[in-house]
């Protein structure tokens, strides 16, 4: 059987997952902090038709004879560049201008960080809590979650660029929490494991979570409180990516053609 039928396979299979990273992207263009993805392929085994040895002349080769097997995905890379800031009546929205992440405790008890700042306050065990749309606790810079007093009205609320948490009592007297809105960082945010619900996941790869409030040498992301951060799909480049993943597609599956038809014409020559 002709080697180009499965290699021309695996480019199809391999432009199939392209084609469902980049149909992701153009769904979640307007999930608020989503960051786009993109396919990193590789290629398959190698086979030596002719090794690097000497001639029938006894002369040496300086190139062998090789055919590629094939194509497969290696990877699905996040773009973590910045998303555009738009504005937002809700006083629990906030947007990220920088590297880091904001932290929220999941039902499992563990940690996870997402660039989707569009919180709500909500009554939880403590009080009222600031937490996701799917009820999971915001953390402050150390860990613990973000409860404003019985008496205080969650719309007098006040998040400054740094994170600080405060509020505006009745008599329009401010009051400090002492308390941060926690911002985190990674060594290599690629390496963060996507979960649903735009949550990450920090992963060996991603490194260990670097608080920009106690960590010396970090640049600080900045805390806007009433914008959220747009996703940074680009639809044009990902038009332009599907164009071009079709045509990959359509190649593969004209040489499977091909390989087919010259398969026939062999079959055709012995009669």
């Known amino acids: 059987m002709m080697r180009a039928l499965y290699t021309a396979a695996s480019g199809m299979i391999a432009q199939q997952t392209s084609v469902d990273t980049i149909s992701n992207n153009i769904a979640n263009v307007n999930t608020t902090g989503f960051k786009s993805n993109k396919t990193e392929f590789k290629s398959l085994l190698y086979q030596n038709i002719q090794t690097r040895t000497t001639s029938a002349n006894g002369e040496q080769k300086p190139i062998g004879a090789q055919v590629g097997l094939g194509t497969r995905v290696s990877s699905t890379t ?52 600031l937490c996701t749309s799917e009820g999971y606790p915001v953390l402050d810079s150390n860990g613990n979650q973000i409860v404003i007093p019985g008496n205080v009205n969650s719309e007098k609320v006040v998040v400054d ?6 509020y505006y009592n009745l008599d329009g007297t401010y009051t400090n929490m002492n308390q941060t809105l926690g911002v985190f960082q990674f060594n290599n945010p690629a390496g963060l494991e996507k979960t649903s619900s735009s949550l990450y996941e920090a992963t060996v790869a991603s490194g260990n979570p670097m608080n920009e409030a106690t960590t010396v040498g970090l640049t600080r992301s900045q805390v806007n ?17 599907l164009i071009v ?27």
């Open 161 to 166: 660029g740094y994170g600080q948490i405060g």
């Open 225 to 241: 409180q009433k914008y959220l951060e747009s996703s940074n799909v680009q639809v044009a480049d990902e038009m332009v990516n």
């Open 78 to 129: 996040s773009s973590f560049t910045q998303g555009t800031l738009t504005e937002s009546e809700s006083n629990s929205a906030f947007a990220l201008k920088g590297s880091g992440f904001f932290a929220v405790r999941g039902v499992n008890g563990e940690t996870y960080y997402t660039r989707n700042g569009d919180f709500s306050w909500a009554m939880g065990t403590n009080g009222v809590t």
């Open 245 to 271: 993943a079709q045509r990959a597609y359509q190649l593969n599956s004209k040489a499977i053609t091909t390989a087919d038809d010259m398969l026939e014409q062999a079959n055709n020559l012995k009669r």
